[in-house]
């Protein structure tokens, strides 16, 4: 197991020439059997492991990744974390989520580089203004925290803003101060690291291609590396999950769709905390690094590919030259794809079931960066006590059939519109 | 990506809006299942890797709905028909 | 002074000046800013990212990762631009960036001494303690010792543009097999597109002495260029970089167009976007010469043996007074003569491999260059590069030069074949990744495909341009390849000098050495993406065209899987970095999206109105008049003028579509709660839809003016939204039915006249239909003319309350409509009223509007469940009837009027019992709209309140604390104002 970092740790590396340091969690290989099963070995599989083992005293757990940890969404997301939600169903999980970063990096010993910065939802016309006044008052009642802010402090807090020559005039802003961004690969690697040290098996390289049922219920899975019974298998993979619910029969609520990001060149800092555009899809943060980390809306078709086309591209950018037309001589660095799991309603799924034995953890949309660690602590919960915490209470698979639907935004039943 | 529309011949994608699964079939309301039936066709989806019959409505175009059959892992554009087909509507 | 004597494609009898850091330099046209840097001897030109390090110029090209400098000055200023693509113009300025005080003395080089403590992944070990101490200190800090250049910080006052191009083929670098391919496609009479990221096409040969058709390969790009010139079907794009592969065989492209002066033409953009259509493309983009790792690699003078040769061939300029090359392949070693042939002094050439093949030993014996084999170079020195130590079998020696060029061999161009998800494929043969799978119709040809001779490329650029042009229907042309010799090849797979010192560089820009993919490995960060995340290795500006190659050959050495085994990351568009503002084209600021004026939208403008935006809708909010204090005067003064006698407004934004067919009738009854087949000629009905899962998606007025032939509005933010559901619905649920659909919202002004005076004022109008209230009564039609023989369409309805028309007639009649009116409606003093006035008058009536159908709302919720009709299927019955929504205790829609009437009310606010906590556990509702009566003398709202029908009379707490505001409020009927609805009846 991985020694604990610390000035001691740091100096005496300095000193031998880096030589002390241990892989941050072993490699290791399948067992035959485990108490719990975790497909998928990104932010929230990882956590969900971590928590179990430190929360619920569980600690024979897999988790298993078809490819190395932290390459799926985890590493293709623009590193926002907030709690900035509207509807009672969201805004006490996330929340939690916002409280559990708060204290990561100690709870995991590694720095996590998470930066309360702010973010600012811009306001564009009155109506707007009303809404993000209805949703700051619900961050209220859920104790995040947020400011209503008028046209003029938002133009002293980002002076650089297109106050004089807008298509939509910016009348003010939603801002919730604890939000910010954090390192996402550094998520990953202090969940698995921390997860490791409690005994957890990170298995890497490690495909689930079946599920072994016994009476209807699912008791382990068949995996590239041979076969592994659980007495609880937990799927944690976010756009993949249709692809493994198809091997029980099942039709999930979702759509797999293609989110693009992008980053800048590096450049001095610029931007202090995130913004996000009220009348187009752009939203933009700067990262440690330097980057300008930007994106907006999905392009609205279902993909696998992992990858996305040009209208979306300029959409963005349309956005970016809209709001703050001083970044047209930066420019773009990378751009990426990820495959989000858009849900019917917008909102997650964390569950017991629809099977015996089979827990469910999907339907992130665009936003599960910033639910990791309360999405690993609510999931841990319930597959230990088999049953939902309050905090994931409204998450649950069959909220389609009842009507309890939690759509922020109000376009039903149409994953794209999200 | 493009799409062969087949009224107004291949345009950009971004003429067109999207809908999704064109699998689906609206069920029978009177039906005595209706609601477990409304559920499955408003909210589950097959949601495959691999080829997918979809929505999508020329509204840059000639308005028409299409159903186009995509591979969502390449977006290869594999077929693409109208979905009220009729004889007449084609262009001479 | 290093310029060379003679040569370089440099026009030696202009001079151009230009400024770096502020010293006054001089260059010709031909150079690049990199290249006339060198002339003038100005070696370190940066500084690295993390350890501060004195920086040189590395490349010649694109890839560059060290020579960023700040570009221009002002609103024009580009960081990170790179030294080596710069065009260089008369009076350009540059500087250099990411250093304190200065690029000779810079303060955070001290970062050098702090390496064994900056090892990879570092950061994430430390800084934690305490843990307030990240955004208070630590975070600042490295935040502002990190980053590259600075934004100006100003308005990009340049333009760009945007632009669609279709060809058959699209050929992609104008090298040797560039220009091969599209002479052989062009000839063939195909649409060729030939674009290259450089201002001149030639690419390669540029710098190589060879020879193509038994003259100088510099004739051959000549020739070439003529001809495809000359050719109708041929567009020549240079300064055009194809950065991105998209489906559809979409190719992204930036044409510079005018950053090689110094301020755009008139009229002329600063850069185009390109999407490229191409049937078939050929992808020709050659290869980088790639680093070797070894210690003290990244001293300023130390570069690519393909960029000292380059410098020397093409520009003209010694990249120093004398020189070494250490290489590992033929095509270092060529590079090495070319620069010696071009007259830079050439110390040595330091090859690993034990012997030469014969003809280059010749060659270079012949030219009188001393040849090292067996040799490797352990050190360097020289704050810029002064000399290097060489080890062979007998010992080490030092030279002293001022530059070396370094080449580790080849590494194909093929970033785009990436883009569509192709991984790259390793060949031990050549030591080099290849393309795997390519984007359907690209094929790859030359250096970027692996043929490296140069009568390789010109075979495969020959074949592949004719291939493709058959492959696109064009007859193959008879043309035979240009005849080359070959070129040799040989390599020998070598990365790294094992030598202990100075820090060795596997990627130079994110100061990643040999000793970090070390710790990467000890760590676990084996897999080559996860060596990537952990130590940044390929992060940089150059992603990973310098660096990958040797860190993943590293990382293959310590794993002992061997390179093929290991991978490489995948490349991601764009091919190299893209100004963004190039991207938005003119969609930027004011123009960001089309402006919609409404018909009347000249004359509010002279009624002094003040507009707001509504989606895409500029429309008239209120219209002040002099004297008045701030809006809430105007408003108050537009809504008793209504109230009390007439006013008038513009509804021209809602949408409209008509509808007609014997089927209509059926049509509407299925996509409406309520029913219309049953609504009689000349008579409109208030209806909602439903989405299929039972939320309101839409309302509005349909009237039917004919048996077969309806009109429905709907509201203005749904207008398209509907129209496509209707499409949907039509097209795909009920084929069988016999409606057709057309969207009027543009070809109809409508101008609402409301108040009790209307009547009088629309008798005025009409060309003598009756207007009684027995000629046209409540939600009555009349399809007449007005203002003689102006076709119209009246609709007797009422938003406000009160006695109301709707006049509707063909858009360009609007405002000449709206100036009638205002001119009948004189004696009475009609008001013209915007959007402010409607908000008031339908709140005061409890009318629902886009505030309250949020999408999260069922008709139940809205008081509207009375109206869906029991007899019938519509979309969204079946899920409405789900048990969350008609749960009781979910929110409905009521009014609210605070119990102090002087206090404000506002949307937004949540609704508590009163002396319940203020928690998300005791959040009762919501206030969705709010204005202030004039009628009452007090603000009214209207909102949802769970079982707020139960609660008529109850006191609660509207809590808005964003706002400051904590105010008790009396739950009422949403209807203020006339809640009988009498006054709009007379």
Request: hydrophobic share 40%; glycine share 10%.
């Amino acid at each position: 197991m991985s020694a604990r970092y610390s000035f001691l740790s740091l100096i005496s590396n300095a000193l031998n020439g880096q030589t002390g340091w241990r892989p941050a969690w072993r490699n290791a290989p399948p067992k035959p059997a485990y108490d719990v099963i975790i497909v998928g070995g990104g932010g929230h599989g990882l956590a969900t492991a971590y928590y179990l083992a430190k929360e619920h005293g569980i600690r024979n757990v897999a988790v298993l990744e078809k490819g190395h940890i932290g390459s799926g969404n985890a590493g293709r997301n623009t590193t926002i974390i907030r709690s900035n939600y509207l509807l009672p169903g969201n805004e006490p999980f996330y929340e939690w989520s916002m409280k559990l970063w708060e204290g990561l990096e100690q709870d995991l010993n590694y720095n996590a580089m998470v930066s309360q910065r702010g973010i600012i939802n811009l306001i564009h016309s009155d109506a707007q203004r009303d809404a993000y006044a209805r949703r700051g008052n619900a961050m209220r009642l859920a104790g995040a925290g947020s400011e209503l802010l008028d046209a003029e402090t938002v133009r002293k807090m980002c002076p650089f803003l297109n106050f004089d020559n807008a298509r939509f005039p910016i009348k003010g802003g939603l801002m919730q101060p604890r939000a910010g961004t954090a390192r996402h690969d550094a998520v990953v690697w202090g969940y698995a690291r921390a997860a490791d040290r409690l005994g957890v098996d990170i298995i890497q390289n490690c495909e689930v291609t079946g599920f072994i049922r016994d009476k209807g219920a699912v008791v382990g899975v068949e995996t590239t590396r041979g076969a592994i019974r659980g007495g609880k298998v937990a799927l944690a993979v976010a756009g993949s999950t249709s692809r493994l619910t198809r091997h029980l029969d099942l039709r999930m609520p979702l759509e797999s769709h293609v989110l693009q990001a992008f980053v800048s060149e590096g450049l001095k800092p610029l931007i202090p905390g995130v913004i996000t555009f009220g009348m187009g899809h752009f939203y933009v943060s700067q990262s440690d690094k330097g980057g300008l980390v930007f994106g907006g809306d999905i392009d609205g078709y279902n993909s696998y590919a992992q990858r996305g086309n040009m209208p979306v591209v300029e959409d963005v950018l349309e956005g970016g030259m809209a709001l703050m037309p001083m970044i047209g001589r930066l420019r773009l660095l990378r751009s990426w794809g990820g495959l989000v799991d858009m849900s019917m309603d917008g909102s997650p799924i964390i569950d017991v079931g629809p099977l015996p034995g089979l827990y469910l953890n999907t339907g992130w949309n665009y936003g599960g960066f910033k639910a990791t660690p309360a999405s690993g602590w609510c999931f841990a919960y319930t597959i230990a006590q088999d049953r939902a915490h309050d905090f994931n209470a409204a998450f649950r698979l069959d909220r389609f059939r009842s009507g309890h639907i939690i759509d922020e935004k109000g376009v039903g039943a149409q994953p794209n519109l999200h | 990506m493009r799409i062969p529309c087949p009224y107004c011949g291949s345009r950009d994608a971004h003429e067109f809006a999207y809908l999704g699964d064109a699998t689906l079939t609206r069920p029978d309301p009177a039906a005595s299942d209706a609601a477990e039936a409304f559920h499955a066709y408003a909210y589950l989806r097959e949601n495959p890797e691999g080829a997918h019959r979809e929505y999508w409505y020329h509204a840059n175009g000639c308005r028409r709905w299409l159903v186009v059959t995509r591979n969502t892992r390449t977006h290869e554009i594999l077929g693409v028909a109208f979905a009220r087909p009729s004889t007449d509507e084609v262009p001479a | 002074m290093t310029r060379l004597s003679t040569g370089g494609l440099i026009d030696r009898s202009r001079t151009l000046s230009f400024t770096f850091d502020g010293v006054a330099y001089t260059g010709h046209p031909g150079d690049t800013l990199a290249s006339a840097l060198l002339a003038n001897g100005v070696r370190l030109v940066g500084r690295s990212f993390k350890y501060h390090r004195p920086r040189g110029i590395f490349t010649c090209g694109s890839e560059e990762p060290n020579a960023l400098v700040e570009l221009r000055t002002g609103a024009r200023k580009e960081p990170n631009t790179r030294a080596t693509t710069v065009e260089l113009f008369d009076g350009l300025v540059a500087q250099s960036q990411n250093r304190w005080p200065s690029l000779e003395h810079d303060a955070l080089s001290v970062n050098q001494w702090l390496t064994p403590f900056l090892g990879a992944g570092f950061y994430y070990k430390t800084f934690m303690w305490p843990a307030s101490f990240w955004e208070k200190v630590y975070e600042p800090t490295i935040r502002r010792a990190a980053g590259l250049g600075a934004a100006s910080e100003l308005v990009d006052p340049d333009t760009y543009e945007k632009a669609f191009a279709f060809c058959d083929v699209l050929v992609i670098g104008s090298g040797a097999t560039g220009l091969a391919a599209a002479l052989a496609a062009a000839r063939s009479g195909a649409r060729v597109i030939l674009a290259d990221e450089d201002f001149r096409l030639g690419g390669r040969l540029l710098t190589e002495n060879v020879a193509i058709d038994g003259a100088p390969a510099r004739d051959f790009v000549a020739r070439a260029e003529a001809e495809l010139s000359s050719l109708p079907n041929v567009r020549l794009m240079p300064r055009t970089t194809v950065f991105g592969a998209y489906d559809g065989s979409e190719y992204a492209c930036v044409e510079r167009v005018s950053d090689h002066v110094a301020v755009p033409a008139a009229f002329q953009p600063r850069q185009r976007l390109w999407r490229i259509i191409a049937k078939r493309a050929i992808l020709a983009t050659g290869a980088f010469d790639r680093p070797i790792v070894f210690p003290g690699n990244d001293r300023p003078g130390v570069m690519t043996a393909q960029a000292l040769a380059t410098y020397a061939q093409r520009f003209g300029v010694g990249a120093g007074a004398n020189a070494a090359v250490f290489t590992n392949n033929d095509a270092g070693v060529a590079a090495a003569l070319a620069a010696a042939n071009a007259g830079l002094t050439l110390e040595a050439v330091i090859d690993v491999r034990d012997a030469l093949p014969s003809p280059l030993a010749a060659k270079a014996k012949a030219l009188g260059v001393r040849v090292i084999t067996g040799g490797e170079v352990i050190a360097t020195k020289g704050k810029r590069l002064s000399a290097i130590t060489v080890r062979t079998k007998s010992g080490t020696q030092t030279l002293a030069v001022e530059a070396l060029g370094i080449s580790g061999g080849a590494t194909p161009n093929l970033n785009l074949t990436c883009h569509l998800g192709g991984k790259p494929v390793y060949r031990e043969d050549i030591a080099a990744f290849v393309p795997g799978a390519v984007p359907p119709g690209m094929s790859c040809a030359g250096a970027v495909a692996g043929q490296f001779s140069l009568s390789d490329c010109l075979n495969a650029g020959t074949e592949q341009g004719a291939a493709a042009a058959a492959d696109a229907g064009f007859a193959r042309a008879a043309a035979p390849a240009p005849k080359a010799e070959e070129t040799p090849t040989g390599i020998r797979a070598f990365w790294q000098v094992k030598a202990k010192g100075d820090l060795a560089f596997v990627d130079l820009q994110n100061d990643v050495s040999a000793k970090d993919v070390g710790i990467a490995h000890k760590e676990g960060f084996r897999a080559v993406e996860l060596l990537k995340r952990y130590t940044t290795m390929g992060m940089a500006t150059d992603q990973g065209k310098n660096s990958n190659m040797a860190g993943l050959a590293l990382m293959a050495e310590l794993t002992g899987q061997g390179i093929a085994a290991t991978g490489t990351t995948v490349f991601r568009p764009p091919y190299t970095p893209v100004a963004l503002g190039v991207l938005a084209g003119h969609h930027r600021e004011k123009d960001f999206r089309p402006t919609r004026p409404t018909p009347t939208h000249a004359w509010a403008e002279g009624q002094g109105a003040v507009f707001v935006e509504t989606g895409f809708w500029l429309r008239a909010a209120y219209f002040p008049k002099p004297g008045e204090k701030d809006w809430l005067e105007s408003v108050n003064r537009e809504v008793k003028a209504t109230r009390e006698s007439v006013g008038v407004i513009d509804v021209s934004t809602f949408g409209k579509i008509d509808l007609q067919g014997p089927d209509v009738g059926t049509f509407l009854d299925r996509v409406y709660i309520n029913m219309f087949s049953t609504l009689q000629v000349g008579k409109a009905r208030y209806g909602v839809m439903l989405r299929e899962d039972g939320l309101v998606m839409d309302d509005g007025t349909t009237a039917r003016l004919a048996d077969t032939h309806y009109v429905m509005t709907t509201t203005t933010a749904n207008a398209g939204k509907v129209f496509q559901h209707l499409e949907f619905c039509l097209q795909v649920l009920w084929p069988e039915l016999d409606v057709q659909l057309a969207s009027i919202s543009e070809q109809w002004a409508q101008i609402a006249v409301s108040g009790p005076r209307s009547r009088e004022v629309l008798a005025k109008l009409v060309d003598g239909h009756d207007v009684s209230n027995a000629g046209l009564p409540f939600m009555g039609v009349a399809q007449t003319t007005v203002l003689g023989g102006i076709e119209a369409r009246i609709f007797r309805l009422s938003f406000s309350g009160e006695l109301g028309y709707e006049i509707a007639v063909p858009a360009r009649q609007g405002e000449r409509l709206m100036e009638t009116i205002m001119e009948a409606g004189r004696p009475f003093g009609i008001t013209p009223y915007g959007t402010e006035t409607l908000g008031v008058l339908r709140i005061e009536k409890g009318h629902v509007s886009g505030s309250e159908l949020n999408g999260q709302t069922t008709a139940r919720d809205l008081g509207l469940g009375r109206m869906a009709s029991t007899k019938k299927d519509y979309i969204g019955r079946v899920l409405s009837q789900r048990p969350a929504f008609q749960d009781p205790a979910r929110p409905i829609f009521v009014g609210f009027k605070p119990v102090d009437k002087a206090q404000r009310l506002r949307a937004g606010a949540h609704l508590l019992t009163v002396g319940a906590q203020a928690t998300t556990h005791n959040d009762e509702g919501y206030v969705t709209s709010v204005a202030y009566s004039p009628t009452l003398g007090h603000f009214i709202g209207l909102g949802f309140l769970k079982r707020g029908l139960e609660r008529i009379g109850e006191q609660v707490r509207a809590y808005d604390p964003v706002r400051g505001s904590d105010i008790l409020v009396e739950v009422c009927s949403p209807a203020f104002v006339d809640p009988e609805g009498e006054k709009q009846r007379v």
